[in-house]
């Protein structure tokens, strides 16, 4: 290639280095601005998360939409009490016998892993029902403090906790046992929210304390190299 | 013989033949999650082996603690976990039935007083030949109460293990 043709590419190429940052378009057609230069090698780190972790992370993760929900103890829950915080997404009913209570007894040995200090205080454990019906917030309160007075109940009516499910591919739906009990058919897995408000990762079920706490620390550090 | 001998014979081969069936039927590591005061449902775990020579039927499981006992499978259906009744589980002749968490387990429903970790409750068993066998249920918060629960059930799994494999 002619020496002058080379020069030219050259200088092109740098000045394309130079440009003003970058869109970025995430899963959810949310843009958001990525700088390039020494953060562009952040990215490509960033892009490759731990093997191990790939199972569970959210490739691209969404960020949540605005939800309006309550707590077991009637103030409205919204996208604002997530922020800040790791949440653990449990998503169950009261009268499940064997998946729920599994989960909400490794989720407080998960919890009691930690150290006192900061990761336990930004680590929440949330337990959405699914059966809100039946689930009334005193009988919420009084079975999530069995497991962990810090559990927080989360409750709303049937349209809205379907509009929050659905977007974390969380599904639910009733099926009729006898002439007055019905059942919850429900996707069991738990889902964390990042600080900054992201689907970002899945735990199928089961659930084992350690495991999870293993996973916990590595996600966190990944999270930071995005 | 004698009326009296006839009787003494008659009554020590049922007792035997009793003995013997429960002999040919196993129970490891039965419990029951420790549930919140207020749960309505409770679930019971256990493995049960058959080994004897003939399958056995289970078709259901009653208790004084609970108002009702059935038996569920936890399965997976169009991305959701749901419950299936199960009216009849066989246990084929050598073989192992295991309930655990995530599976198949005995759902109790209703329980009559507040059920507490460290109490025991009787479950009885039906089998479809009208033979019951009554189990005692530990209540534990956890599969494993102490490390050395865990491994004293591991200790008597292998046990059976190779009597099993022997039987066979």
Known sequence: MPRSLYCLALVLFLVACHQSPEKMVNASGKTTTAALGSDSRKNNQAALPPEDLQEVLIR???????????????????????????????????????????????????KALMPEGKLKNDTQVLFVTLDPKRDTKSELKQYLGYFNKGFLGITGSVE??????????????????????????????????????????????????????????????????? | MSLYRQ????????????????????????????????????????TLTNHGKKDKILVGASSSAFEKVEMH??????????MQQQSKLTLSAGKSLEFKPGGLHLMLIHPLNPI?????????????D???????????KHSGDTPQQHMHDNAMHEHNEMKHQHDH
């Open chain 1, 60 to 110: 691209n993760p969404p960020g949540l939409d605005s939800f309006y929900l309550h707590d077991h103890l009637g103030a409205p829950f919204t996208l604002e009490r997530l922020k800040g915080k790791w949440n653990f997404l449990v998503f169950g009913y009261t009268n499940c016998p064997d998946i729920c209570p599994t989960t909400l007894a490794e989720m407080d040995d998960f």
């Open chain 1, 160 to 226: 809205d906790i379907h509009r929050f499910c659905t977007p974390l591919d969380i599904e639910f739906s009733y099926e009729k046992l006898s002439k007055e009990v019905y059942g919850v058919n429900h996707s069991s897995a738990v889902v964390l929210i990042d600080p900054e408000l992201r689907y970002f990762a899945r735990f199928n079920v089961p659930i084992y304390a350690e495991e999870l706490f293993k996973q916990y620390k590595k996600i966190i550090d990944y999270q930071k190299t995005l």
């Open chain 2, 7 to 46: 009787l003494s014979v008659a009554v020590a081969l049922l007792t035997f033949s009793l003995t013997g069936m429960a002999a040919e039927l196993q129970v490891e590591h039965a419990w029951i999650r420790e549930a919140p005061p207020n749960a309505k449902m409770l679930a019971g775990y256990f």
């Open chain 2, 73 to 82: 499978q936890t399965m997976e259906k169009n991305k959701m976990a749901h």
């Open chain 2, 116 to 128: 507490k970790a460290g109490q025991s409750h009787e479950i009885h068993l039906k089998f479809s």
């Open chain 2, 130 to 140: 009208q033979s019951e066998m009554t189990v005692n249920f530990k209540v534990t």
